[in-house]
């Protein structure tokens, strides 16, 4: 009798509930919607913010460039621009340095292994398929194919890389591993220029021969492939101390964190740099027109293979091993993306990068931290593409025809240089000359990809840092996998009767995770 007056008061309760409309969902809808519009809004304030950034910055620019400003009055526009790169920069070293060396001292030395070995393989598959994708694309739109009206590129043929060998090129890659100095490091790398020497002959004659003597010489610009490499072998070591290399570790998490404090105040502030950088950019174009009409093929060349890139191939690749949406994980980077695009510095933002994957994409910080700055150094598909896409683009216009040994040439030479591209703007450019050397093109004409660079570079970078993200994703991936499966283990052999006790202690997470507590006690 008492259990039916209940249900009747409970039925009552309802009906009143429903009649003031609490229960009728078509009556609560409209709040929840502006809820949830207000809750995706505040979740994602920022990126709406950084693409606002981009769209005003394109239109200042296209504004103010019937100003006829001077070069003076152009730098000040882009000074709020400058300053965001500075910013970025100024934390570059100590994030770098101080993530990978906590990563790696976090990290087993077999798991570091296999992560580095599962990483290096990824960024070279897909700088790979990149390369391939350029050559593809060069040969089908044939930008070099036509009468080029060539655009005004002077003083910019001072800027041409020097021409190396190859055997220097890679030489000089292994150097910058293993730096002498590692404070110079931090501003300077190594970099090879040749002397001519020249020698009389012993044997009594006048004839005087000529001998070109490789001479190593510091550049400006940072060694960061050096830094990363010691970095990891110094977290490795302090592991390796155990107990007394403790202080020392924690005193690099601690570095770490207050870094990466430091990097989310200086992404409110990303949207406005990127939006003066932007604008900058587009007032400092001088004859827009001509450069399109020109090298619009080209360019138009580079951009589609790396959307093709970035939008299909890398998405594709990501969606197969892990199963999840590529979309959602791109979304939840795109802040980093578009500063990828303002900046065109895959190092300066990288301190972003790392925010946003751990932040929206839910990549552990051991990951993100360890494989990010490697991947910023080493993985470079947007240059490896647009590295292919010029040497092809070189070799039309030079009506010079590339046999099959050639364009293998290109693709394994893109693949490997852009290992050692420097992740800052037009680094790819400077390991053009390393492919066009090693297939007997002329460097001379690099002056015409110098006077487009500014808008390739920008989707290089953008596709250089996705890939560093998918990266990131793909292991973050393979540790969750691993980790479960070694929980199905532990949590099997207790199911089969084993002592408890002896697997996990009695009120481990993993027992309760699974909500097997009672059975174990059982």
């Given amino acids: 009798m008492a259990d039916k007056i209940d249900m009747e008061e409970e039925k009552a309760s309802n009906g009143e509930a429903l009649s003031n409309g609490l229960g009728n969902p078509k009556k ?3 709040e929840s919607m502006s809820e949830r519009v207000k809750r995706i809004v505040r979740s994602n304030l920022l990126v709406i913010l950084t693409v606002a950034g981009v769209i005003i910055g394109v239109f200042i620019g296209l504004g103010v460039r019937n100003a006829e400003l001077n070069r003076t009055q152009i730098i000040y526009i882009g000074f709020p621009g400058e300053l965001l790169i500075r910013l970025l920069k100024m934390i570059i070293i100590p994030l770098v340095v101080c993530s990978l060396v906590s990563g790696a001292a976090s990290i ?13 393989l990824f960024f070279l598959v897909t700088t790979l398929i990149a390369s391939s994708i350029g050559v593809v694309m060069a040969f089908i739109v044939s930008p070099g194919s036509v009468p080029l009206g060539k655009p005004n590129v002077e003083g910019l043929e001072e800027d041409v890389p020097q021409a190396k060998e190859v055997t220097d090129s890679f030489l000089d890659l292994i150097r910058n591993i293993f730096p002498s100095n590692l404070v110079s490091a931090a501003f300077q790398s190594y970099a090879t220029s040749y002397k001519v020497i020249k020698k009389n002959s012993t044997d009594g004659t006048l004839n005087i021969t000529e001998e070109k003597v490789p001479i190593g010489t510091d550049q400006h610009g940072m060694n960061i492939l050096g830094l990363v490499v010691f ?3 110094f977290g490795i070591a302090l592991r390796k101390l155990g107990e007394e290399g403790e202080i020392l570790i924690k005193f690099f998490n601690s570095f770490n964190e207050a870094t990466m404090v430091l990097v989310s105040w200086i992404m409110w502030y990303a949207p406005i740099g ?7 950019k587009i007032v400092e174009m ?7 009409a020109s090298l619009g093929k080209y360019i138009a060349c580079c951009i589609v293979g790396h959307i093709i890139h970035g939008v299909f191939v890398l998405p594709a ?21 578009a500063t990828a695009f303002g900046t065109s510095s895959s190092s300066a933002t990288l301190p972003l990068m790392m925010k946003c994957v751990e932040e929206k994409n839910g990549v552990s910080k051991q990951i993100s931290r360890f494989i990010l700055p490697i991947g910023a150094t080493v993985n470079m598909d947007g240059a490896a593409l647009f590295q292919c896409v010029a040497s092809v683009f070189i070799a039309q216009l030079n009506d010079t025809s590339l046999n099959f040994i050639q364009v293998i040439t290109i693709l394994v030479t893109a693949t490997a240089s852009s290992v050692g591209a420097a992740g800052i703007p037009a680094g790819g450019v400077l390991t053009l000359a390393i492919i066009l050397e090693a297939v007997g093109l002329p460097t001379n004409d690099i002056s015409l990809i110098l006077a487009v660079d500014w808008i390739v570079d920008r989707s290089c970078t953008v596709l250089n840092v996705e890939g560093d993200a998918f990266g990131a994703g793909i ?10 499966q070694q929980e199905d283990t532990e949590l099997s052999e207790i199911r089969l009767g084993g002592e408890p006790s002896a697997a996990v202690p009695e009120h481990s997470p993993l027992i309760e995770k699974r909500g097997l507590g009672d059975t174990a006690k059982a």
């Fill in 28 to 30: 609560r809808s409209p």
């Fill in 475 to 484: 292991l973050q991936f393979f540790v969750d996998r691993t980790a479960k």
């Fill in 231 to 233: 970095a990891i072998v």
């Fill in 274 to 280: 990127i939006m003066f950088l932007v604008a900058g």
């Fill in 108 to 120: 087993d030395p077999k798991a570091l292994g296999k992560l580095g070995g599962w990483a290096m």
């Fill in 286 to 292: 001088e004859n827009v027109a001509l450069l399109f």
């Fill in 317 to 337: 690749i990501y969606f197969v091993i892990t199963r999840k949406n590529p979309y959602t994980f791109l979304w939840g980077i795109f802040t980093a993306l």
